[in-house]
């Protein structure tokens, strides 16, 4: 039993014999029962053209007669609230319209253009979630998403004005607003099918992975060029979109062009469609785990991310390399986005507690993995290589990520160099600048970055230092310095560029032969008891 009102019959009436598929007709009654939209069409369409016949008694004699008129024939007024209203059978037959097709083959439907006919029977459902299982997720729920082709608002716009008209004579209220949309519909009918086939998955209305269904049809695509001329301004080229006829701004123009002008120049309703909508592949896309850890680097010919000079690399491989190689692997993504709390130099050894890193995973097709799982992931990544070891390795949220970030300015390092002196030393020559605090720094952007930073001059503070003489042209200076401080242009200078330095500090020329990050005084990601 369908769930209409005497009120809907003339709606119904006019849907059908305009080339309206069952389930369109009952979108426009506003049927919000979403069981009826899973039952077979036929049977829909059956119930239709039963509750729109005149009652056997009274009126049979009337119906018949006017059976066979063509659907654009006007309709007889009609009292809605009449128990018994008189009422015309019009071609009430999607499947055997007017041209005359085999009684078998259903026309397409105007408004819809097959979308909730066979675009949405258990074949095509089952087609869909087959392409969910070849790509191997391990979910328990989905949001489908669905991507009709633009001219279905117009298809649909001219419908509603359709009815409008009628509804309006018959002095009925009814808004485009309540007409449930085909994608509800279209999820309605085809959800069932595809959670069961999943085993019973959830489709549900947020979830990480989302499944898309894109539909086109071209031979209908010109349907929305009149807009263009009738509302220019919601049709703007944009650089990245193919067409200009893009859903919403088909949405927009419909909203500000008048009824009359709609319908000067567009057929109400819409035109038979000679085929229907065809199906694009289905695209499943899972949202991105973010992942975090520290990182030592104990290598000095080893990037922090692929070097790669006028098209070619210079080192085979990079610290984001060899970590996200077995992390890709085991949260089997697509991809990857590397982030730091700032980076070393290539030749620049990170030791201690490590660098803090995060990773954003692309389209992982396994977005979990428990405790044990992460300490395997992790000690794979620390076997693969003797050059970096990572720990802490957490997955972490999206929000966390940006704590990485948050503060880093204020943030202190500290830092072991090996310093060379042009003039021989004594221990006692160096001693004294194991007693400088919180010197401050101004240094220009170093000559060798200024290729990729702007010129700038910044003040940055070494808090500390601490001097362990080595020979009489070596010893190791240890900085805490503020996170930012170019280390390697405060010991030569850099032409003068930082000021003061530490060749300046000791009155002779001095160099900086090996660098390693020894703290990176950040506390995230938290740390993971071994
Ligand atoms: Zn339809």
Excluded at 65 to 72: A, F, I, M, R, V
Excluded at 442 to 468: C, E, F, G, I
Excluded at 497 to 512: A, F, G
Aim: aromatic share 6%; net charge neutral; hydrophobic share 35%.
């Amino acid at each position: 039993m369908l769930p209409l009102k005497e009120k809907d019959k003339a709606i119904v009436q006019k849907l059908l014999s305009s080339g309206c598929c069952a389930r369109c007709v009952l979108r426009f009654c506003c049927v919000r029962l979403q069981a009826v939209y899973r039952q077979p069409p036929q049977g829909t369409l059956r119930e239709l053209q039963d509750f729109v016949k005149p009652q056997e008694s009274a009126e049979s004699a009337e119906s018949t007669g006017e059976n066979n008129k063509s659907h654009d024939a006007p309709v007889p007024p009609q009292t809605p609230q009449s128990a018994d209203p008189p009422s015309k059978r019009a071609k009430l037959e999607p499947s055997q319209p007017e041209q005359g097709a085999a009684e078998t083959v259903p026309s397409v439907c105007v408004v819809c253009l097959g979308i909730l006919q066979e675009l949405c029977d258990t074949t095509q459902a089952l087609k869909i979630a087959e392409a969910v299982k070849m790509e191997k997720y391990e979910f328990d729920s989905l949001v489908l998403s669905v991507s009709l082709p633009a001219q279905l608002c117009v298809r649909e716009h001219s419908c509603w004005l359709h009815v409008k008209k009628e509804v309006r004579e018959k002095g009925l209220l009814l808004d485009k607003d309540d007409v449930i949309p085909l994608k509800e519909a279209f999820k309605w009918i085809v959800q069932g099918p595809i959670a069961k086939e999943l085993g019973g998955v959830s489709v549900v209305t947020k979830s990480a992975l989302e499944v898309a269904v894109e539909f086109t049809h071209q031979p209908t695509d010109a349907d929305c060029h009149f807009l263009a001329s009738a509302c220019p301004d919601c049709f703007k080229p944009t650089k990245n979109k193919q067409s200009v006829f893009t859903r919403m701004a088909v949405v927009k123009a419909l909203e500000k062009i008048s009824d009359a002008k709609f319908l000067r120049l567009f057929a109400c309703p819409p035109p038979q469609p000679s085929s229907c909508c065809v199906p694009q592949g289905v695209h499943c896309l899972h949202l991105s785990v973010f992942i975090a850890g520290r990182y030592n680097k104990f290598c000095r010919s080893l990037p922090q991310t692929p070097w790669v000079i006028d098209g070619e690399r210079r080192m085979e491989s990079s610290v984001e390399e060899l970590i996200a190689a077995p992390v890709l692997s085991a949260f089997r993504a697509d991809g990857f986005n590397f982030s730091s709390s700032g980076r070393e130099d290539v030749d620049v050894r990170t030791l201690g507690n490590g660098r803090p890193f995060a990773m954003e995973l692309l389209n992982p097709h396994r977005a979990r993995l428990n405790h044990e799982e992460m300490k395997q992931l992790q000690q794979s990544i620390n076997a693969s290589s003797d050059k970096i070891r990572v720990r802490d390795l957490q997955i972490v949220s999206r929000e966390a990520m940006s704590r990485m970030k948050e503060g880093e300015e204020e943030k202190t390092k500290s830092y072991t160099a090996l310093i060379w002196s042009r003039k021989p030393i004594k221990s006692e020559d160096i001693a004294f600048i194991s007693d400088i605090k919180e010197l401050t720094l101004d240094q220009k952007t170093p000559l060798r970055v200024l290729h990729r930073r702007a010129l700038a001059v910044r003040q940055r503070v070494v808090h500390s230092m601490n001097v362990r003489f080595m020979d009489a042209h070596h010893f190791h200076l240890e900085l805490k310095t503020q996170a930012g401080t170019y280390i390697k242009e405060f010991v030569h200078g850099d032409f003068g560029r930082t000021k003061p330095n530490l060749c300046e500090l000791l009155k002779t020329d001095t160099d900086i032969l090996e660098l390693d990050v020894e703290s990176v005084d950040v506390d995230w990601p938290p740390a993971i008891p071994e």
